[in-house]
């Protein structure tokens, strides 16, 4: 009988469920929180009350659009953290309930395995092109900066990670300071195309190993524009695209010093990359370009599988799921990396 895995995903602002046949794709459905836009980041509680009017609608839709009953389905993925957790009490309560009133078992995923294992969403009439254990996956997103070695799908080591910021958190931060809105990925994303990335140049941190530090850069670029605007009060306005293609340019050459680094120390060639800020086109251009140089394999997800989504969680599910993992019914979900 073929594997049938409803993914439930609600770790942040964005309500998502998907549904896998045997690891396959069927549906994936995501719907974003618009009532964050005024406050210039995610507030926790409207989050929460959203999920919970969206979770029903989310999840039948994403039923019907497989071709799926709920009565067909063989188990329940659901992130159980890292995140906001009054958002991730939502899904892990739905995915309860179903499970107790399907009869079917559940199995909670860590947020950041459905983003390290993104590139494993096959999806119907795509070409499978999957890295092969064990790979490295720079995984980089909103809460999290990291080098991980996956050894299988069950089986992870972190190499390296942020001591203080997350890098999707310094994009978000100086956005914020530079009045640029957002979230600050996409916003500076856009504006760094039109820009030169050589023109400014910042403080790169000195960190040992393989962790990484994005709070500095954040007060090298305030002091720098600081100085600038006491001479010229335009300079914001009138080099905004400069600036956040020399900020994007600096943050990917932090991301990569150290990627390199791992794949020299531990000799994979295997390399990906997931999560939020892998959308942006600066790291996946130099994870190919570096890799074309390296002689590495890359491996970049598609778009719509770089920030949150069911898809991921489903599949990490499905893994955990073929090994024979089951979550008690007593789960309780949990905000941080460390609880886990
Ligand atoms: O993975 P994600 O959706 O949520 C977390 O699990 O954290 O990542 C969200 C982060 C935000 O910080 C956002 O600014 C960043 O991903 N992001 C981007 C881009 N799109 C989203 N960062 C840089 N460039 C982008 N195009």
């Known amino acids: 009988m073929a594997d049938l895995i409803l993914g439930i995903e609600s770790s942040c602002d964005d309500t998502s469920a998907a549904v896998l046949r045997d690891g396959v794709l069927l549906s994936n459905v995501i719907a974003s929180q618009q009532v964050h836009k005024d406050f210039g980041g995610v507030v926790p509680e409207l989050a929460s009350r959203a999920h919970e009017q969206n979770i029903v609608p989310v999840v039948s839709e994403a039923l019907r659009r497989a071709g799926v009953k709920a009565s067909e389905l063989s188990a329940i993925a659901f992130t159980r953290g890292p995140g906001l957790l009054g958002s991730l009490l939502v899904?892990?309560?739905?995915?309860?309930?179903?499970?107790?009133?399907?009869?079917?078992?559940?199995?909670?995923?860590?947020?950041?395995?459905?983003?390290?294992?993104?590139?494993?969403?096959?999806?119907?009439?795509?070409?499978?092109?999957?890295?092969?254990?064990?790979?490295?996956?720079?995984?980089?997103?909103?809460?999290?900066?990291?080098?991980?070695?996956?050894?299988?799908?069950?089986?992870?080591?972190?190499?390296?990670?942020?001591?203080?910021?997350?890098?999707?958190?310094?994009?978000?931060?100086?956005?914020?300071?530079?009045?640029?809105?957002?979230?600050?990925?996409?916003?500076?994303?856009?504006?760094?195309?039109q820009g030169d990335p050589e023109r400014f140049h910042f403080a790169k941190p000195n960190i040992p190993g393989l962790d990484y530090s994005f709070s500095g850069i954040k007060t090298s670029l305030l002091y720098f524009v600081r100085d600038e605007m006491a001479k010229d009060p335009d300079f914001l306005e009138n080099n905004?695209?400069?600036?956040?293609?020399?900020?994007?340019?600096?943050?990917?050459?932090?991301?990569?010093?150290?990627?390199?680094?791992?794949?020299?120390?531990?000799?994979?060639?295997?390399?990906?990359?997931?999560?939020?800020?892998?959308?942006?086109?600066?790291?996946?251009?130099?994870i190919l370009a570096e890799g074309e140089k390296r002689h590495w394999n890359t491996y970049l997800p598609e778009f719509k599988f770089t920030t949150d989504n069911a898809a991921m969680i489903a599949v990490a599910g499905w893994f955990q799921y073929k090994a024979g993992v089951r979550t008690p019914l007593d789960v309780a979900p949990v905000s941080r990396m460390a609880d886990f």
């Open 91 to 193: 899904g892990t309560s739905f995915a309860k309930a179903l499970s107790l009133s399907l009869d079917i078992p559940m199995v909670m995923v860590n947020h950041l395995q459905g983003h390290i294992l993104a590139n494993f969403v096959r999806q119907p009439d795509v070409p499978v092109r999957e890295p092969s254990f064990p790979y490295l996956c720079l995984l980089v997103s909103g809460g999290n900066s990291q080098i991980v070695k996956v050894n299988s799908p069950l089986e992870y080591e972190i190499l390296g990670q942020t001591i203080d910021d997350a890098v999707g958190e310094a994009f978000d931060k100086c956005s914020k300071m530079l009045g640029l809105g957002y979230p600050g990925g996409p916003i500076i994303d856009k504006l760094a195309k």
């Open 240 to 286: 905004k695209e400069d600036l956040c293609a020399s900020f994007q340019k600096t943050l990917i050459d932090i991301l990569m010093t150290k990627l390199i680094r791992a794949a020299q120390d531990t000799r994979i060639r295997e390399i990906t990359i997931g999560g939020g800020v892998s959308a942006n086109r600066g790291p996946r251009e130099r």
